[in-house]
């Protein structure tokens, strides 16, 4: 027979968490992409733009 060992109150602290961390991930990699921007236009060009 299998118990359920599982806390479900760790279990939502945890859901809670890892949310949290997804949240501030998304707002440094938009933060990246606009210095990124920032610097190609700072060095003459626009971001994401070939030379033709």
Same mark, same amino acid.
């Given at each position: 027979? +299998? !118990?359920?060992?599982?806390?479900?109150?760790?279990?939502?602290?945890?859901?809670?968490? &890892?949310?949290?961390?997804?949240?501030?991930?998304?707002? &440094?990699?938009? #933060?990246? &992409? !606009? &210095? +990124?921007?920032?610097?190609?236009? #700072?060095?003459?060009?626009?971001?994401?733009? +070939?030379?033709?």
């Amino acid at each position: 027979m +299998q !118990t359920n060992l599982r806390d479900p109150e760790l279990d939502e602290e945890l859901a809670g968490i &890892l949310s949290a961390i997804s949240i501030v991930s998304r707002r &440094l990699a938009r #933060k990246l &992409l !606009t &210095l +990124q921007h920032q610097d190609a236009i #700072k060095e003459g060009g626009e971001a994401d733009e +070939q030379d033709e």
